[in-house]
């Protein structure tokens, strides 16, 4: 599980992000290469890795679902622990979709290290996949231990901008949205954002943050 893809500025690097998969998609998907190429542009080095039920379907393994979120929290921590000794400097936590629920998770634990500055989630999903009457997911959000940076579509169905300017988050956690981003951050075709356009801002959002910490 932790042989990680690095993306690694060739300028000065500001911060490094640990980046996890979704659910269904492995860390070379193309949305993932995107997201790691403009990181690095912006000054942030990028290590993906993947959770040990997506790397096994590169072996013949089943495509079994995921296991649930919480489970995946120890295989953070274990790839958290292998990437502070590969680089220097300051820490950020991220994912995509679920694997930014599980950023915020680890966030949330008692034993972070030091280096750990922020978390960001890009296409957090607030609740089930147009379903906003469900449970919201946000227990992660509120007892997350560091700042947490939300990179969010406005057309998310994991949450729109609606329906997420209708409830409090707190004061640690700050949010993007992305203009007319789907859940993957891509536009629709009548709109005059573009797919890399929104994540090259994403990528300039998390610098800025890194810039914070």
Not at 50 to 67: D, H, I, L, N, V
């Amino acid at each position: 599980m932790n042989s990680f893809l690095w993306n690694r500025p060739e300028a000065e690097t500001h911060a490094t992000l640990l980046l996890a998969h979704g659910a269904g998609a492995p860390m070379d998907s193309t949305f993932m290469e995107k997201l790691a190429g403009s990181l690095c542009l912006a000054g942030i080095a990028v290590a993906r890795f993947e959770f040990a039920y997506m790397a096994q379907r590169r072996t013949g393994g089943s495509k079994r679902p995921p296991p649930r979120a919480d489970k995946l929290i120890g295989e953070f921590q274990t790839a958290l622990q292998a990437v502070m000794s590969e680089c220097e400097g300051p820490l950020l936590l991220g994912g995509k979709s679920m694997g930014g629920r599980v950023a915020a998770m680890l966030g949330g634990g008692g034993s972070l290290p030091g280096r750990v500055k922020g978390i960001c989630c890009f296409g957090y999903p607030f609740h089930p996949t147009g379903k906003p009457d469900a449970d919201w997911r946000l227990s992660p959000l509120e007892e997350a231990k560091r700042p947490v940076l939300i990179l969010q579509g406005d057309r998310d169905p994991f949450g729109t901008k609606p329906e997420i300017d209708d409830i409090s988050l707190p004061a640690h956690v700050s949010l993007t949205y992305l203009e007319d981003g789907n859940h993957d951050f891509g536009p629709r075709g009548k709109s005059p954002a573009t797919l890399d356009g929104n994540i090259q801002m994403a990528a300039k959002a998390v610098a800025s943050f890194a810039s914070t910490l």
